[in-house]
T-cell receptor, first 114, second 113 residues
């Protein structure tokens, strides 16, 4: 069973640039969620995708957007990067259906905005 | 809006001690509560998940309890070891059915030899 994998592991960008983070779901999972974790804080929910559509969103501006593909992999896109976007971005997958599975997290992408 | 609080923020204990980490949540309409471990700069590893209908879950030296009526969960670690040093996060999943976990800020645990 393959776990949740994220790429890249680390990334440095300049303020105003755009970034794309990628996530491969665990085999058999149909839902992907993205979380932002600032230093010293708990993860904050960004949004969730189910059947290739966003079906839940946290308190993040529209410049945070995403995609889920037919193979249930996902991308997180952030436009017009700001210094406060520096954080660990975590992807989690789960199965939502008859009996929901726990969330399984990847190791995250560390984004630094300078 | 669900809020999750963890106490203490940091804890330092000598090896071998039993310890308790506390988690409280404001909205009792939860589907489950999950405890995670996070090593520095790493992702989250699920330790224990307690369904809303359950009172506790055990895995090895770890025991997690849930009291929905009081909005509290505890994680008990028996005979702590230096390898237990990490940040422990609790997170509540709402009844809405979406996988939108609300996390606490975590308890940073240091177990010294």
């Amino acid at each position: 069973e393959t776990g949740v994998t994220q790429s890249p592991t680390h990334l440095i960008k300049t303020r105003g640039q755009q970034v794309t983070l990628r996530c491969s779901s665990q085999s058999g999972h149909n839902t992907v969620s993205w979380y932002q974790q600032a230093l010293g804080q708990g993860p904050q929910f960004i949004f969730q995708y189910y059947r290739e559509e966003e079906n839940g969103r946290g308190n993040f501006p529209p410049r945070f957007s995403g995609l889920q593909f037919p193979n249930y992999s996902s991308e997180l896109n952030v436009n017009a990067l700001e210094l406060d976007d520096s954080a660990l971005y975590l992807c989690a997958s789960s199965f939502v259906g008859q009996g929901n599975s726990p969330l399984h997290f990847g190791n995250g992408t560390r984004l630094t905005v300078t | 809006k669900q809020e999750v609080t963890q106490i203490p923020a940091a804890l330092s204990v000598p090896e071998g001690e039993n310890l308790v980490l506390n988690c409280s949540f404001t909205d009792s309409a939860i589907y489950n509560l999950q405890w995670f471990r996070q090593d520095p700069g790493k992702g989250l590893t699920s330790l224990l998940l307690i369904q809303s209908s359950q009172r506790e879950q055990t895995s090895g030296r770890l025991n997690a309890s849930l009291d929905k009526s009081s909005g509290r969960s505890t994680l008990y670690i028996a005979a702590s070891q230096p390898g237990d040093s990490a940040t422990y996060l609790c997170a509540a999943l709402p009844n809405s059915g979406y996988s939108t976990l609300t996390f606490g800020k975590g308890t940073m645990l240091l177990v010294s030899p």
